[in-house]
Each structure stands twice: as C-alpha cells, then as structure tokens.
C-alpha cells in the first residue's frame, strides 16, 4: 500500500507544478526545446483533472470514513509556508533548458528532482504543495480508530468547529485523505470549485493542445489564404 501511495503522490506532485510548467514555458518561449514544457504543462493539466473528477465522483457517492473522525491538529497552511514555496522555487532555479543539452537529459534530471521531491511528499503528506488546495482550503491532522487522515475543510472553517465531529461530515476520498463539510452551503461551496476547477483545466487543457497540433497556425494560414 505504501508504493501505491508513492505512485499517488508522484502523480499528485506532477499535477500541482502546473503553475512551474507555465512559467518555464513563457521563460523559455524562444528556445527551440521549449515545447517539452507545453507537454509537461498538459500532462500536469490532465492528471488535475482525473484527481478532481475522482474527488468529485467520491463526494457524489458520500463514501465515508468507518468510525467517527477527530481532529487532533492545528491548521497546517500556517505552518507549511516554506514547504509550498520550496516546492517551486527549487525546480524553476534548476531547470533551466539549454541548447547543449538534449532533451533526454533534462527529462532525467527533472524525473530526479521530482523523485526526491516525492520521497520528502510521501513521508510529510503534505497536499498543500497543491495551489489549488493550498488558496481555497485548510488542512488538518484526524483519526479514527484504526486509521489516520489528511483532513482537507474549505477555508473558512476551523479545527475549533470540528473537534468532534462523526462521520457523517466526512467523505473518504482516500485510504488517507477525507473531506469535511458541515453543512450543505459547505457541500455546495465545494462541488462549485470542483466544476470550475474541472471547466477551467478543461478550456486551458484544450487549447494546450491547439498549440500542439499548431492549429492556431493552420487556421491563420487558412485564413490568409481565402483573403
């Protein structure tokens, strides 16, 4: 179960660097390898857009936790600052594409830095790396018998509100990863981030690959051509 988790938070990991990808994509525009950076930033799209579907099926679904959940941590956001930030800073100042190297190796140097990322992601569990759950939601510690969670809440509510709470306000998204809503403005709040979230990173994702297909190009050419 722990490598499955390893795999979960690689995928996890390549998802939230969407924002990297992009600002190393318009930092390196004008470099003849810079379309690596268009894959990349599409495939951190897609696997976005499985992970919310999958959240969004579960909060469909209600599966929950099998005991009663209690919070036994203070919110994590304050104190994880440094970790989000490190994050992103340590592989936009690495990679850095450069014409004598192939292509090949910065894909090997970049699949080595995410992997060392990951290890320290698996063994922190921090899913506020994440920047989408780190503007828009809280996250804290919980347990129930016999198990023990990743406890994500929309952000305006806090620890002090959930001391004890059971399990009807809690949907599993994970062996390790529950979702708390308290009421259903909560539950609304929610499922209206997951379909923006999922229509925006759709529209993003479409147009990431009109690039690649260099539609834009066609259609101009096109257009230029019945003038």
Known sequence: MEGVYFFFYFFYLIGAQFPLFLLLLIRNINNENASMFIYMLLASLLILIILLTIVKVR??????????MIINSENMANTTMSEFLSFFLLPFFTFNLITTNSISQQLYE????????????????????????????????????GSNYNVIMPKHRTSASVETQNKENFV?????????????????????????????????????VLVILDIPHLVVSWVRSTI
Do not use: Q
Request: a positive charge; aromatic letters at 12%; charged letters at 15%.
């Open 59 to 68: 909060m469909a679904t209600k599966s929950r936790p099998k005991s009663n």
């Open 110 to 145: 970049m699949l080595f830095l995410f992997i060392l990322l990951t290890i320290f992601l698996h063994r922190s569990e921090n899913l506020l790396i994440n920047p989408l759950i780190f503007v828009f939601y809280n996250m804290y510690k919980g347990s129930s018998p």
């Open 172 to 208: 599993r998204i994970t062996n390790k990863i529950v979702v708390f809503h308290s009421n259903t403005n909560d539950l609304r709040l929610i499922n209206k981030f997951l379909n923006w979230s999922l229509i925006i990173l759709t529209v993003v994702s479409i147009g990431c």
